[in-house]
């Protein structure tokens, strides 16, 4: 099967109050930002969750762009800039090369397919995430936090590929004499506590990950 997504970013002033955003529906999609930050920077970021957000299903991705600086980085020149040491033909050094770096780590191992569309012209997905882009850098611009969306079908974002597989087995004993020292465990949340839980993790400048495992040190 395939996952057909949109990704988009949206600036206020561009650089300015910044957010980006992927929506394949409105039960799965995900929004962020920073208060200060490019267009461009959006694009990527939002490219970067949406293949963070779906790295534990095995799943095609299509993913909908109305960016080709997006689509020309990670399709066409990308695979040079690393020759290169991540500089350009010229020399000179690559733009937002974290984000690219950080999208080359979540390509990998992937089955995806880029497809430009053009903006603002009344497609269905890329207007949805191009509103929630521009809510997003709209409430960094207010200094509130925007909304996180639901993420994909309850998944953390970023969890790995096995948890398909844990999901599918059989759940292990809450308590066990000799478990080892790290457990998978995969939990399904509701899209309101999912966001809460998102929400919860960027007041405290971490992870929904991390945040759990904090929480379940404080029981130790």
Not at 130 to 145: I, K, P, S
Not at 152 to 177: D, H, Y
Request: with cysteine; glycine share 10%; net charge neutral.
């Amino acid at each position: 099967m395939t996952i057909t997504a949109a990704a988009d970013g949206s600036a206020l002033g561009n650089p300015g109050p910044a957010g980006w955003a992927w929506y394949i529906d409105d039960d799965r999609w995900a929004a962020g930002g920073w208060p200060h930050g490019t267009n461009n920077m959006g694009e990527l970021k939002a490219v970067l969750e949406l293949f963070r957000a779906t790295a534990h299903v095995d799943d095609d991705l299509l993913v909908l762009c109305d960016s080709q600086y997006v689509i020309n980085s990670v399709v066409k020149w990308m695979p040079g800039w690393k020759r290169k040491g991540w500089r350009k033909a010229d020399g000179a050094p690559v733009m937002n090369v974290d984000l690219m770096k950080e999208i080359d780590a979540a390509l990998q191992g992937r089955r995806y397919r880029f497809e430009w569309v053009k903006g603002h012209v009344g497609h269905e997905l890329n207007e949805a995430a191009d509103d929630r882009a521009r809510a997003a850098a709209t409430a960094y611009q207010r200094g509130a936090e925007p909304d996180a969306g639901p993420g994909f079908g309850g998944a953390v974002t970023g969890a790995p590929r096995a948890a398909a597989a844990a999901a599918a087995a059989p759940a292990p004993a809450l308590f066990e004499a000799e478990a080892p020292p790290l457990k998978q465990v995969v939990v399904g949340f509701s899209t309101a506590e999912l966001r809460a839980l998102t929400n919860r993790a960027k007041r405290a400048g971490t992870t929904p990950e991390q945040l759990l495992r904090s929480l379940a040190l404080e029981e130790r």
